[in-house]
């Protein structure tokens, strides 16, 4: 199975500022074959369910605002907020979809400061 | 637009069973994939089973391998998770997830685009 983990475990950003939030996959996630990875972002607000934010580890879903941004490759991979909203807060998880089991980090709170 | 509800939560003893649905609307049920992913409470979240849009492939995770099996019944755009021999560790909030479009050569290895609001299976005595 894939491992994947993230980092920090939860930060506390000011409004405005940038939130960065790292995840780690215990193998590639990138197919060659398409040079795609594997690699979705979600936001999971509380009493919510998950919504789909990022995939292919660097393309915003529609309707995701722009200051969402994803980069990485292979096991290293970013989710970036430029500019912290309050409706922001949230635990933001990575997952891979590369292979089965699909595997989610243990996710990131993000809280305003 | 997508609308996925689920439903048949409640509360089983150990070693008894139940069965969710999952309610499709918005978009063509039988064109896309199908995934139930689970939380227990406080924790991450843990997909559990996938199935195609034909239902010809079906993925399990190993810790319900054997005891949950997925199904869809494309005439009426529901999918359903059959729950038997279930543990206190299966308590969870259990989430419908749909995934891409699938082609002949894609279906499995898509993001999770729209998903439930879940519905609360808890396996006490």
């Known amino acids: 199975d894939i491992v994947m983990t993230q980092s920090p475990d939860s930060l506390a950003i000011s409004l405005g500022e940038r939130a960065t939030i790292n995840c780690k996959s215990s193998q590639s996630v990138l197919y060659s074959s398409n040079n795609k990875n594997y690699l979705a972002w979600y936001q999971q607000k509380p009493g919510q369910p998950p919504k789909l934010l990022i995939y292919w580890a660097s393309t915003r879903e529609s309707g995701v605002p722009d200051r969402f941004s994803g980069s990485g490759s292979g096991t290293d991979f970013t989710l970036t907020i430029s500019g912290l909203q309050a409706e922001d807060v949230a635990v933001y998880y990575c997952?891979?979809?590369?292979?089965?089991?699909?595997?989610f980090g243990p996710g990131t709170k993000v809280d305003i400061k | 637009q997508v609308q996925l509800v689920e439903s048949g939560g409640g509360v089983v003893q150990p070693g008894g069973s139940l069965r969710l649905s999952c309610a499709a609307s918005g978009f063509t049920f039988s064109s896309y994939g199908m995934h139930w992913v689970r939380q227990a409470p406080g924790k991450g979240l843990e997909w559990v089973t996938f199935?195609?849009?034909?239902?010809?492939?079906?993925y399990y995770a190993d810790s319900v391998k054997g005891r949950f099996t997925i199904s869809r019944d494309n005439s009426k755009n529901t999918m359903c998770l059959q729950m038997d021999s279930l543990r206190a560790e299966d308590t969870a909030v259990y989430y419908c997830a749909k995934s891409g479009y699938c082609t002949s050569t894609s279906c499995l290895r898509l993001p999770f685009d729209n998903w439930g609001q879940g519905t609360l299976v808890t396996v006490s005595s």
């Open positions: 199935i195609r849009n034909d239902g010809s492939n079906k």
């Open positions: 997952q891979q979809y590369y292979s089965t089991p699909f595997t």
